[in-house]
C-alpha cells in the first residue's frame, strides 16, 4: 500500500517537493543506502534555497527600512544612481530604435529588389513571346 501511495505522490509531485521530501523521511530506512545519499542532498540543496529566499526577504525589508527613514530626501549617491539608469535605459531605448529601424530598411530593400526582379521578369517574359513569334512565322 505505501508502494502505491509513493507511485502515486511520484506522478503528481516535484523531486524536490518539501511535502514529498518528508513523505519519504520515513520511508528512508527501506531505501536503498545511494537512494538515501541523494535524498540527504536534496534535502540540503531545498533548505539553501530557502535559507537564500529568508536572507533576500530580510535584505528587502532592510532596504524597505531604509527607505522609510529616508522618506524622501535622497543621498547623493542615490541621486548619481538614477541618473545612471535614467541614462541606461535611454541609451537602450536608442539602440532599440536604431535596431528597428534598421530591420525596416532591411525589409524595404529586400522588397524593392524583389519588386524589381519581378519587373524585370515579367519584361522578359513579355518579350520572349514577340521574338518567340517572329521565329514561328519563319518556320511556317
Same mark, same amino acid.
Given at each position: ?34 537512494l538515501h545519499k541523494v535524498r540527504r542532498e536534496q534535502a540540503k540543496e531545498l533548505g539553501c534555497q530557502i535559507?537564500e529566499k529568508k536572507s533576500t526577504q530580510q535584505t528587502q525589508h532592510e532596504a524597505e527600512l531604509v527607505r ?12 548619481? $544612481?538614477?541618473?545612471?539608469? =535614467? ?8 539602440? @532599440?530604435? %536604431?535596431?528597428?529601424? #534598421? !530591420? ?13 526582379? $519581378?519587373?524585370?521578369?515579367? =519584361? ?8 518567340? @513569334?517572329? %521565329?514561328?512565322?519563319? #518556320? !511556317?
Amino acid at each position: 500500500m505505501v508502494g502505491a501511495k509513493f507511485r502515486r505522490m511520484k506522478k503528481v509531485t516535484k523531486l524536490n517537493d518539501p511535502k514529498r521530501l518528508q513523505f519519504e523521511k520515513h520511508l528512508e530506512s527501506k531505501l536503498p543506502k545511494t537512494l538515501h545519499k541523494v535524498r540527504r542532498e536534496q534535502a540540503k540543496e531545498l533548505g539553501c534555497q530557502i535559507g537564500e529566499k529568508k536572507s533576500t526577504q530580510q535584505t528587502q525589508h532592510e532596504a524597505e527600512l531604509v527607505r522609510r527613514i529616508k522618506g524622501t530626501h535622497l543621498t547623493a549617491s542615490d541621486t548619481i $544612481q538614477d541618473f545612471e539608469l =535614467a541614462q541606461l535605459a535611454e541609451l537602450h531605448q536608442e539602440r @532599440k530604435k %536604431e535596431v528597428e529601424e #534598421s !530591420k525596416r530598411r532591411q525589409m524595404i530593400q529586400f522588397f524593392t529588389e524583389h519588386v524589381e526582379k $519581378q519587373k524585370k521578369q515579367r =519584361a522578359e517574359a513579355t518579350d520572349q513571346p514577340k521574338l518567340d @513569334k517572329p %521565329e514561328q512565322t519563319a #518556320s !511556317k
